[in-house]
């Protein structure tokens, strides 16, 4: 409900235009907020994401990031194991989905 609400005031915002849907920018933000939660998807990890989700990357849009993504990595084993206790463990679990933009970044993507 909460990102549902989110991308209505982004599109109230932003002007979605043919090849500009809003999901980098949209991602991003969210990233920032909340790290341990969400990924950002933008044309240097997209492919790379969506092949480790068994999605088309063509698919992969606004309206399609919480079901085809948030849902599977919250329900993932990694992603619901104990947090370690503190240190830089600790610190890359707190940001551990965006983590997810770095290991499929691909520079020339």
């Known amino acids: 409900e909460h990102y549902d609400d989110y991308v209505s005031i982004l599109r109230k915002t932003f002007v979605f235009k043919k ?16 790290p341990d939660y969400f990924v950002c998807i933008d044309g240097k990890n997209k492919d790379g994401v969506a092949k480790a989700l068994g999605l088309n ?9 919480w079901d085809a993504v948030i849902e599977p990595i919250l329900e993932s ?5 104990t947090a370690p206790s503190a240190g ?4 890359a679990w707190n940001s551990r989905a965006a983590m997810i933009d770095a290991l499929y970044y691909q520079p020339n993507g």
Do not use: H, M
């Open 88 to 91: 830089d463990e600790r610190a």
């Open 77 to 81: 084993p990694w992603y619901q194991s």
């Open 19 to 34: 090849g500009f849907q809003g999901l980098a920018v949209a991602t991003r933000l969210l990233c920032i907020k909340r």
């Open 57 to 65: 990357p063509n698919k992969l849009k606004i309206d399609t990031y």
